[in-house]
T-cell receptor
Framework: SQQGEEDPQALSIQEGENATMNCSYK?????LQWYRQNSGRGLVHLIL?????REKHSGRLRVTLDTSKKSSSLLITASRAADTASYFC????????????FGQGTTLQVKP | DGGITQSPKYLFRKEGQNVTLSCEQN?????MYWYRQDPGQGLRLIYY???????QKGDIAEGYSVSREKKESFPLTVTSAQKNPTAFYLC??????????????FGPGTRLTVT
């Protein structure tokens, strides 16, 4: 079964709107990371949030982590057409060996 | 430029042939990883290595093999034993220290088609 599950699977919004993606996981984590993938390309790291952190910002990105609910959300504010991509959460399990477990991703389309 | 490279970008093979995918990094990272991605899916870990001359199986290692003879290089061989090899293969690297999990840097990927 998937450690990280993302919701929604697909999201379509207009430029300028905010986009929120959610990630739920099952077991204790060391940290949780968000990545972006443009079609047919490799993944690009966006943000890493540690298990003792609740919120982190990077430019137009805001990530929250609720370890009691085992969930995280990624908010992209004032979206642009260039934000169109797939977004993946990846969990690093507590006491693990450095491995990440990826969710299935949310496909975001931002219409100009 | 520092980064991680994969070659080739596209690879076509006949069924029954082994094929080796290249992955090189000049980021001085100790850890390297191979993932497989199928259409509309997330990434699944094939093999990973945290130090030269050592590697571990990931979740879907059957039908694949790797070597780590140099810190910079982590080639993946897709053998004829892999039942469904057509996929997008991604290589990544990261720092490594016990108890820590770092961000991973990804290559551009190799799309393998086996017919």
């Amino acid at each position: 079964s998937q450690q990280g599950e993302e919701d929604p699977q697909a999201l379509s919004i207009q430029e300028g709107e905010n986009a929120t993606m959610n990630c739920s996981y099952k077991t204790s984590i060391n940290n949780l990371q968000w990545y972006r993938q443009n079609s047919g390309r490799g993944l690009v790291h966006l943000i890493l949030i540690r298990s003792n952190e609740r919120e982190k910002h990077s430019g137009r990105l805001r990530v929250t982590l609720d370890t009691s609910k085992k969930s995280s959300s990624l908010l992209i504010t004032a979206s642009r057409a260039a934000d169109t991509a797939s977004y993946f959460c990846a969990t690093a399990l507590s006491g693990n060996t450095g491995k990440l477990i990826f969710g299935q991703g949310t496909t975001l389309q931002v219409k100009p | 430029d520092g980064g991680i490279t994969q070659s080739p970008k596209y690879l076509f093979r006949k069924e029954g042939q082994n094929v080796t995918l290249s992955c090189e990094q000049n980021l001085n990272h100790d850890a390297m990883y191979w993932y497989r991605q199928d259409p509309g899916q997330g990434l699944r870990l094939i093999y990973y290595s945290q130090i030269v001359n050592d590697f571990q199986k990931g979740d879907i290692a059957e039908g694949y093999s790797v070597s780590r003879e140099k810190k910079e290089s982590f080639p993946l061989t897709v053998t004829s034993a892999q039942k469904n090899p057509t996929a997008f293969y991604l290589c990544a690297s990261s720092l490594h220290s016990p108890g820590q999990v770092y961000e991973q840097y990804f290559g551009p990927g190799t799309r393998l088609t086996v017919t």
